[in-house]
Nanobody
């Protein structure tokens, strides 16, 4: 089970940190990803990190602004989002899986409920 939190309303240029707590099995079992879905749009890949935390991947539009990290001792994955833009507005979902195809949603077995991020201009 995944529980995402940390979303909210922020002005453009601001920052937020999303958290995703993994329960049921140690988070170290899973590669973790963050996806987002804006109103009227399809879900899209944002960032992913390997189970051991040694490799991460980002969509081009968030590179240099977002950072994915994990603390396996706390079974938690984070998404630090800086320099937020209105186009980052979406529901953000964390996901967990055992196959490293990071940008492919179908490679993730478990999904959190989503947390809403709204960036005002």
């Amino acid at each position: 089970q995944l529980q995402a939190s940390g979303g909210g309303l922020v002005q453009a240029g601001g920052s937020l940190r999303l958290s995703c707590v993994v329960s049921g099995r140690p988070s170290s079992f899973y590669h973790m990803g963050w996806f987002r879905q804006a109103p009227g749009k399809e879900r899209e890949f944002v960032a992913a990190i390997t189970a051991g935390g040694t490799t991460s991947l980002y969509r081009d539009s968030v590179k240099g602004r977002f950072t994915i990290s994990r603390d396996n001792a706390k079974n938690t994955v984070f998404l630090r989002m800086n320099s937020l833009k209105p186009e980052d507005t979406a529901v953000y979902y964390c996901s967990a899986g055992n196959i490293w195809r990071p940008s492919t949603a179908s490679s993730y077995t478990y999904w959190g409920q989503g947390t809403l991020v709204t960036v005002s201009s």
